[in-house]
């Protein structure tokens, strides 16, 4: 499927050119001079023209795409992820956001936020990363403040990961409890105040948590937000730490309110006591902390023996009655499973982005 928004962010030195157009270096040749012109047409395909002479595939290709890319598979062009809005110049792109947009609309210091985005022409990459530290296949890619609004994964072989899964081994060193929340926001806002915490980048994504997540931590907090999404949420986790055998404690976190005022996610109640402190960062450390205290000893204990798991608990040689064999490679896929034994310890950004705030 054409998504102008991808490819231009693949690009570099991205310029802005009319209401519908932009002009770029042409990855296709040593270029200096902004040679690319890239278009999108009222068919919503992507055009593109080098005016050093490089064709469109040659183009395409130096970025990873075929000329195919250009187009849906029927022929017809355009889709969900084509440019829209309504910018100053007429129909076109709005404005990009910035890591500065996000780290503004999320209270959360911008030095610290750098540490896990990365800023592209349209938009902010959330970067993802494998157990070991590596990049993963799919990365998460924010065009407006709330996900709702503007968020989805770039294009690769792999299925999206679990957000923060390469900071479990340190994380296990320092606390045996592990929060899950919904979505990267809520993770940062936990890292921030010194929570071990992993997000789960959609309600209905429970199913990406595996063991290596999991096990190193006696105890998991599930935070539930007051929506059908939050339902679906703690459902989902439910049931998947019950087929994987998780053997810890399981809490809840629901109802959460501050000074009288709800909360709906960790992120918001963070929001909530800087301004309730005119902004002081440490003076809501502070606070927090205290807060924090207090919702986890109100959280409720989920007996997970109770909840029936979608499939079988990994447990070798044990599946539910009437249900097939499981497949013995379960689990086992390059972005996460396959690194279920490593140990790797390359946490470099972690370690910086935590002393900027100790």
Avoid at 237 to 248: D, K, P, S
Avoid at 302 to 323: A, N, Q, R, W
Wanted: proline share 5%; glycine share 10%; aromatic share 8%.
């Amino acid at each position: 499927m054409a998504d102008i928004i991808d490819f231009l962010n693949l690009l570099k030195n991205v310029k802005q050119n009319g209401s519908n157009g932009w002009t770029a270096l042409c990855p296709a040749h040593d270029d200096t001079e902004n040679s690319l012109a890239v278009a999108q047409g009222k068919d919503g395909r992507i055009l593109v023209n080098c005016f050093a002479g490089c064709s469109a595939s040659d183009i395409v290709g130096a970025v990873g795409w075929k000329l195919s890319d250009l187009f849906v598979s029927d022929g017809r062009s355009g889709g969900s992820g084509s440019v829209s809005g309504s910018g100053p110049q007429g129909p076109g792109p709005v404005r990009a956001i910035t890591i500065a947009d996000l780290a503004e609309d999320k209270g959360i210091p911008l030095d610290f936020l750098s540490f896990y985005c990365e800023q592209l022409p349209f938009g902010v990459k959330i970067i993802y990363k494998n157990l070991d530290g590596k990049p993963a296949a799919r990365q998460r890619l924010r065009i407006a403040l709330a996900a709702k609004n503007g968020s989805r994964w770039t294009r690769g072989a792999g299925s999206p990961l679990i957000y923060g899964v390469w900071r479990v081994p340190r994380m296990s060193q320092e606390s045996d409890a592990l929060l899950l929340v919904e979505g990267e926001s809520d993770a940062w806002t936990a890292w921030l105040h010194k929570i071990t915490a992993l997000g789960v980048p959609g309600a209905d994504m429970a199913g990406k948590i595996l063991k290596s997540y999991v096990d190193p931590f006696a105890k998991i907090y599930i935070w539930q937000e007051p929506d059908n999404g939050g339902e679906t949420f703690f459902k989902g986790v439910t049931e998947r730490l019950a087929e994987l055998g998780y053997g810890g404690e399981v809490y809840v976190i629901e109802d959460v309110r501050y000074k009288e005022q709800s909360a709906k996610d960790l992120n918001e109640l963070h929001k909530q006591i800087l301004k309730q402190n005119s902004g002081d960062f440490e003076a809501t450390k502070a606070v927090f902390k205290e807060a924090w205290k207090s919702i986890l000893s109100a959280a409720q204990p989920i007996d997970l023996s109770k909840i029936t798991p979608k499939i079988k608990p990994l447990v070798p040689g044990v599946y539910f009655p009437g249900s097939a064999a499981p497949d013995p490679n379960y689990l086992s896929n390059l972005d996460s499973a396959s690194l279920e034994a490593s140990t790797y310890r390359n946490l470099t950004d972690m370690g910086n982005a935590d002393r900027l705030i100790a």
